[in-house]
């Protein structure tokens, strides 16, 4: 393939950030929008310069010159709408979680394999260059091998223009029974995908402690877990903070990794926020000196550029892609669902024994007792 002609799938909050890699990608056009809101669809058309509007997807997938779909609709879709894709044999990368089940992650991942087409889940931070700057450290040996990965996320408040302009209609199902968890399912996912991705390690058992917070976080949540090589284990916190102000562009949450090895460690000092007034990635080398690497483009909004170049490449070159397979799609779920199994009967679960989904035990949340959870975080409801 010499060009790749991609049709975009739901034109709602994250689109713009999705799409703004194949508009500005010589290789790619995007050829068509597809949203049952035509309206939205049409503006965002006239915005981008795209040439066609269907509201109904199969109008899209029977349009012989899309090659590839970029499936962005509601996780609860996903499964539905990538099947679609595959059956009309287009190319597919979908938005994370790759679907509300593991089950239905496995069906969708066979189809593909199945049919022949490349489907990959798009994981932004896979394509977050401190982050792949800290993937490659790790593997030159820079920390020696890793013993201890620590990742922490905080949700705070923030008030940037890339949050006030979100759709309402977004949360929606978000904070329902359309989705199986909240916050660990929609967000942490990204997390748990880059634990696994930093190692190239199984995770084969979890223990956790969920609580459950205002709307649909789930915080403080405490996790340990056991990588297959027994000197590597990983922990993960989340908490949420609704009277700090977070620094961000973006959402208000923000990151932090540590990987310690035997002979130094890696910061990753954001990714989301801007909270740190430090370089994005600092090493601690075996004689006791750091680097930082403050070169790197710590934009958050880069990742989402470069996983779209990385999907046109992948089609370009006619090969799989290699960052988030279908199968690790389905590894990072079976993550997700292990927290909240683990949580839920105290007591270590191991991922792959999961094969459809766990919710927690107030899932889903009643709305109206956000007051009273936001007077328990110590203030007035706000
Ligand atoms: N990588 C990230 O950081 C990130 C951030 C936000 C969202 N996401 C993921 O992206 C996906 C979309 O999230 P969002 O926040 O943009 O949601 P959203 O609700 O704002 O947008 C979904 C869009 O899909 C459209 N839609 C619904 N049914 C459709 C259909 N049958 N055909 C075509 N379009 C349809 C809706 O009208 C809406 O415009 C989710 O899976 C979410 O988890 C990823």
Known sequence: ?????????????????????????????????????????????????????????????????????????????????????????????????????????????????????????????????????????????????????????????????????????????????????????DDIVHKYATALWLFDQDITSVQAVVRQAPLFFEAPTAAIWEYQRETLLGMMEVTYAPHMSLRSSYYGADEFFEIQGTDGFIWVTRATGEMLDLPPVVVYHPDGTTTGYSNLDADWRSGFLNSSRHFVDALIEGRPDPEMTGELAVKTLQLCFAVYQASNERRPVDPASIRDAVSPPWWPPNLAETPAFLERYGREPI
């Not at 950030?17 to 049409?42: I, M, S």
């Not at 503006?43 to 590839?68: C, R």
């Open 1 to 185: 393939m010499d060009r790749v002609r991609i049709g975009i799938v739901g034109i709602g909050n994250i689109a713009p950030l999705n799409v703004a890699g194949y508009l500005a990608d010589p290789r790619c056009d995007v050829v068509a929008l597809c949203d049952p809101r035509e309206d939205k669809a049409r503006q965002m058309a006239s915005e981008w310069g795209v040439p066609t509007v269907y509201t109904a997807l199969d109008d899209l997938l029977a349009d012989p010159g899309v090659d590839a779909v970029e499936i962005l609709t509601p996780t609860h879709l996903h499964k539905e709408h990538v099947l679609a894709a595959i059956a009309a044999g287009k190319h597919v990368s979908c938005q994370k979680p790759i679907a509300n089940s593991v089950a239905d992650g496995v069906e969708m991942t066979d189809a593909a394999h199945r049919a022949g087409v490349v489907f990959r889940v798009s994981e932004c931070f896979f394509h977050y260059a401190p982050l792949m700057k800290a993937k490659e450290l790790i593997a030159a040996g820079a920390i020696g091998p890793p013993t201890m990965l620590r990742v922490k996320t905080v949700v705070g408040t923030t008030n940037t223009t890339f949050q006030n302009q979100l759709e309402p209609q977004g949360y929606v199902w978000r904070f329902n029974a359309q989705s199986p968890g909240g916050h660990l399912f």
